[in-house]
């Protein structure tokens, strides 16, 4: 087998979280273009079901959307039951849906702080809980969680003491789900993106213009990221090619953390 049939996605099945736009849409394409057919779980339906489509049409994969919200166990049960009706079988599932909300600390409501958690790590636990059942009957599969550069830093000059617990928790996360369940041939990986051109980073230059300044000054290489740059990595971790690659978190930022 040739290095590069090693990346192929041929008769898998992927969930992708948020796959509808920015980093998820970017991932759900990649995995398609690999050969795995793709369902798209997030909340708003219209986008989710214009996003399957569009993937379908240009990859000739079979997609499906789903209506979920991560955060709600219900709607990930579903989600999953939906996939497994449609496709018999799921192995990869992306954890990638999240969400930023920006007020300082001394600002933060114990609601908001709650919020991001629950959506950010609770909806990664509940969707891989559930998607996890389905891939150990199947003899294993991959688990690719989008957590952040922030797991490791402090962002600077903005203020999400919440979304920094998230992804920081998301590490821990990940290694413990590891150790558990490498006996069932899961593989479970983060990708830590640095700053990322989508609607989040949109929303956060639009109440301050002046971040850009800030994170570009602390980049080895002058440019926001794009969600095609987060893609590549994805196929490789859901893929053979990643066979003896788990526990572990890829950082792609530009060399921003290292500066
Ligand atoms: P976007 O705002 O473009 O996309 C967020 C996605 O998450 C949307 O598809 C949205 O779906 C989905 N989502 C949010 N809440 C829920 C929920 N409760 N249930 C289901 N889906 C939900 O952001 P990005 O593409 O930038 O972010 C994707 C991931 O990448 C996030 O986890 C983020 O933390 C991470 N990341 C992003 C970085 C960046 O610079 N952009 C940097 C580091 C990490 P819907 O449209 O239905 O709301």
Redo the contacts with the bound molecule.
């Keep these: 087998m040739s290095v590069l049939d090693r990346f192929q996605l041929d008769g898998k099945t992927a969930i992708v ?10 991932i759900a394409h990649g995995l398609a273009e690999a050969g795995s057919d793709v369902v798209i ?4 339906a219209d ?2 079901r214009e996003a399957a489509s569009e993937i379908a049409e240009e990859t000739g994969v079979e997609t499906l959307a789903v ?6 166990e219900d ?1 990930v049960r579903e989600m999953v039951e939906a996939t497994v009706d449609e496709f018999g079988t799921i192995d990869i599932l992306v ?6 909300l920006a007020e300082p600390a001394r600002e933060k409501s114990a609601e908001d702080f709650r919020k991001t958690l ?3 790590l609770t ?1 990664a636990f509940l969707c891989s809980k559930y998607a996890g059942e389905e891939m150990i009957a199947s003899d294993g599969g991959s688990i690719i969680n ?5 797991a490791y830093i402090a962002n600077h000059p903005q203020t999400h003491v919440d ?1 920094q617990a ?2 920081g928790g998301m590490e821990a996360f990940k290694n413990q789900l590891a150790s558990e369940w490498a006996e069932y041939g899961i593989r479970i990986n983060n990708i ?10 949109a ?1 956060l230059l639009s109440d301050r213009p002046d971040l850009e300044e800030a994170w570009l000054d602390g980049m080895l290489q002058d440019e ?2 794009d ?1 095609d740059d ?1 893609a590549p990595l994805a196929v490789y971790l859901a893929s053979d090619a990643a066979s003896y690659v788990t526990g572990t978190s890829v950082i792609i930022d530009g060399g921003y953390t290292v500066r």
């Design positions: 979280t948020g796959g509808n736009r920015g980093i998820g849409n970017a779980a997030n909340r708003d986008s989710g209506s979920a919200d991560v955060s709600d709607d954890n990638n849906a999240g969400i930023v629950e959506i950010n909806g989008i957590s952040s550069m922030s979304y998230s992804k830590n993106p640095g700053y990322i051109e989508t609607d989040i980073i929303n926001l990221g969600p987060i």
